[in-house]
């Protein structure tokens, strides 16, 4: 062999039998063969187990697969390249022309894009409630036939908590499925509940430190078989690289999950006494409004904090700059904290009356709290909420 051959055919090495790595090891092929074509054959007709092309399974990522559907409570699981695509693929798969969607004002923004520009354009139809509608939802599943509903609990910026039984047993008694989008609660949240599909940015908590994007579906084995099948053709796949980086995350998931919940309690806490702050929304304190409710639903509370702040968007900027640990910039879940301040938050999509019922005002702010020393975190919020009102 020459060697411009073997550089594209270099020496294999196989681990023996009974000697196996601690850590699984990055399948980062996107091909994989059989000793011969009528061995490959027979895969392709689905006779034997195995890897051809890595758009439709991976080793690396079925681990992780195999560990967040199991983590969730559900048969199987389905990565793709980022959060949105989970949403994306989801409603792409299982809409079709002149079928109804129910999702809420209080839902990530993409989400919003994604059914009014996006599935619009061939004939999906939606209707935006708020989350707290429980009436409305209730009059619209039975009045409308109802493909699918669309949600999040707690909700973005405001932590609002959906009714997850009553909502999921108002879809299952018109026929909707029940779509969650779990990323704020974490995989350890909600499988309770009869929920039909959970999604999952895994950029956020799974992830944790803020250097890879990645997305779960999670549902039952034959829900995952059609999704699979429409998502082998839409293309969004995880990497091998960014599903072994998910997987080591997920090794530290409950330790820096349980850490966030801890400093972002005491977060809430110090802004609800403080009196340039108007209204805390943190799930976790007494005063929110559905305090029983999630104590109720959820084992813990998450690691967003939003609150108001009695001013408006100059106050809310200079008490952003004034902060020396939290980074100006979107996501959360990450073991840094960060802030999105009212100016940048988001929601421009929203009509007025859509943006009050989401409870955006020019003070909302969102803080998603990391595993930095609470104490440091306490102090470095006191001094810029002095800076803000100098
Ligand atoms: C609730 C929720 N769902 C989905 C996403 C999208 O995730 P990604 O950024 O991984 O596409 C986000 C990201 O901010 C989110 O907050």
């Keep these: 062999m020459k060697k411009t051959t073997r550089v594209n055919h270099p020496p294999a090495v196989n681990v023996p039998a009974g000697n196996r790595p601690v850590v699984a090891p990055i399948y980062q092929s996107v091909k994989f063969t059989f000793a011969d074509t009528a061995e490959t054959a027979g895969f392709l007709r689905g006779e034997r187990e195995g890897f051809f092309y890595s758009r439709t399974s991976n080793p690396t990522l079925r681990q992780l697969e195999l560990l967040l559907a199991e983590l969730q409570g559900r048969d199987d699981c389905l990565l793709t390249g980022s959060g949105v695509a989970t949403i994306a693929a989801t409603l792409l798969s299982l809409c079709r022309q002149n079928d109804h969607v129910l999702a809420f004002v209080e839902s990530y923004g993409p989400s919003r894009y994604l059914l009014r520009d996006l599935l619009g354009k061939f004939g999906v139809r939606h209707t935006l409630l708020s989350i707290e509608d429980l009436a409305g939802i209730e009059q619209v599943l039975a009045k409308t036939p109802t493909r699918l509903v669309l949600f999040e609990s707690p909700t973005n910026p405001v932590t609002k908590?959906?009714?997850?039984?009553?909502?999921?047993?108002?879809?299952?008694?018109?026929?909707?499925?029940?779509?969650?989008?779990?990323?704020f609660a974490g995989f350890h949240n909600h499988g309770q509940f009869p929920i039909d599909i959970f999604l999952h940015s895994l950029t956020k908590f799974a992830s944790g430190h803020s250097d890879v994007l990645?997305?779960?579906?999670?549902a039952s084995q034959p829900l995952i078989a059609k999704l699979r099948k429409d998502l082998v053709s839409l293309g969004p796949s995880l990497d091998p690289h960014a599903a072994?980086?998910?997987?080591?995350?997920?090794?530290?998931?409950?330790?820096?999950?349980?850490?966030?919940?801890?400093?972002?309690?005491?977060v809430a806490r110090l802004l609800a006494a403080d009196a340039r702050v108007r209204r805390v929304f943190y799930p976790g304190l007494e005063t929110h409004p559905q305090h029983a409710l999630a104590a109720r639903q959820m084992?813990?509370?998450?690691?967003?904090?939003?609150?108001e702040l009695d001013g408006d968007y100059a106050v809310g900027d200079r008490f952003a700059d004034a902060l020396q640990l939290f980074?100006?910039?979107?996501?959360?879940?990450?073991?840094?904290?960060?802030?999105?301040?009212?100016?940048?938050?988001?929601?421009?999509?929203?009509?007025?009356?859509?943006?009050?019922?989401?409870?955006?005002?020019?003070?909302?702010?969102?803080?998603?709290?990391g595993v930095e020393d609470v104490d440091d975190l306490l102090q470095d919020l006191k001094a810029a909420l002095d800076r803000a009102f100098a």
């Design 327 to 369: 980074a100006v910039t979107p996501s959360i879940g990450s073991v840094e904290s960060l802030i999105m301040p009212p100016r940048i938050l988001g929601g421009g999509d929203l009509t007025p009356d859509q943006r009050v019922l989401a409870q955006m005002t020019p003070g909302t702010v969102r803080l998603s709290i």
């Design 214 to 218: 990645g997305g779960a579906i999670i």
């Design 161 to 183: 908590i959906a009714d997850i039984e009553h909502i999921t047993t108002l879809a299952r008694r018109n026929g909707a499925l029940t779509v969650l989008d779990n990323t």
């Design 299 to 307: 084992q813990d509370f998450g690691s967003v904090v939003s609150f």
């Design 244 to 266: 072994f980086l998910i997987q080591r995350g997920m090794r530290t998931y409950f330790l820096r999950y349980e850490r966030q919940c801890a400093n972002a309690i005491a």
